[in-house]
């Protein structure tokens, strides 16, 4: 069986951690390379890092803060926001980061995708998907940071993604971001048990329950977070120890 993963989350906006709820509200949450460094040494899995405003501003993800929190961690470290080539994947690469999220490019571009899973290795090619769950019960995709509404149905994109090369989903719910009510169950189990790839649950973890529950009841891989660790509401290996009680199989 494989160990289930607990992944910090850096959301960054001119070179700070931010966090907001159902994607707005936005406040500051600290200096990232302090955080990443933190998360690190308590035991996190992974790190995202989001680099939230790149794609609206029509610029490429920070390199250099990028390099700066590689340098102090040693968990594998995914980052995103602009990215729309292979060149843009190859300079992160070289300056730290082990695989990249991508996110409307690949949406609006398909192909991205399965040129950088060719240049790189599905394993490096994380599809992130912001999904909404609207007033007729179906879940679609949203675009530029949750801004724009799609009338593509999540279950769709997802499959035509992890067809097209992309090795992981990261799946994140405008409705349940930032709430602190808990992940959206019924959506990341839809896509944990119809995808051959793993699937990261993203947007509204409040307890440790919200964790087990994830893992347990909608078979996600892995499970995101990132206000709750930023303002210190839970530590990652107080989390670890509830979830290896609840014999949940975790890397301690």
Same mark, same amino acid.
């Given at each position: 069986?494989? /160990? *289930?993963? +607990? +992944?910090? @989350?850096?959301? +960054?906006?001119?070179?700070? %951690?931010v966090k907001g709820v159902n994607f707005e509200n936005i406040r500051d949450a600290g200096d990232p390379v302090e955080l990443a460094l933190l998360y690190s040494q308590q035991g996190a899995d992974e790190l995202v890092f989001l680099d939230i405003t790149a794609t609206v501003e029509k610029?490429?993800? &920070?390199?250099? &803060?990028v390099k700066r929190i590689a340098a102090n961690i040693n968990i594998p470290f995914t980052v995103g926001g602009g990215i729309s080539s292979v060149e843009d994947v190859s300079l992160l690469l070289q300056n730290g980061a082990d695989k990249v999220s991508v996110n409307t490019a690949a949406y609006k571009n398909p192909q991205l995708i399965k040129e950088l899973s060719d240049?790189?290795?599905s394993q @490096?090619?994380? &599809? !992130? +998907?912001? %999904? *909404? *769950?609207?007033?007729? #019960?179906?879940? $679609?995709? $949203?675009?530029?940071? =949750?801004?724009t509404k799609t009338d593509t149905k999540t279950t769709d994109w997802a499959k035509q993604g992890v067809e097209l090369g992309a090795g992981e989903i990261l799946l994140t719910s405008m409705n349940n971001d930032g709430t602190k009510a808990g992940f959206a169950l019924d959506i990341t189990g839809t896509l944990s048990n119809m995808l051959p790839v793993p699937v990261i649950a993203? #947007? =509204? !973890? =409040? /307890?440790?329950?919200?964790?087990?529950?994830?893992?347990?009841?909608a078979n996600a891989d892995a499970a995101l977070a990132a206000s709750i660790f930023h303002y210190k509401e839970i530590e990652i290996k107080d989390l670890k120890k509830y979830l290896t009680e609840q014999k949940i199989n975790i890397r301690i």
């Open positions: 069986m494989l /160990t *289930k993963r +607990i +992944i910090p @989350c850096l959301d +960054i906006k001119d070179g700070r %951690t610029r490429k993800t &920070l390199v250099e &803060l240049a790189f290795g @490096c090619v994380v &599809l !992130a +998907i912001d %999904t *909404k *769950k609207e007033d007729d #019960g179906e879940w $679609y995709v $949203y675009l530029n940071g =949750g801004r993203s #947007g =509204g !973890a =409040g /307890t440790m329950e919200h964790f087990s529950d994830v893992f347990v009841n």
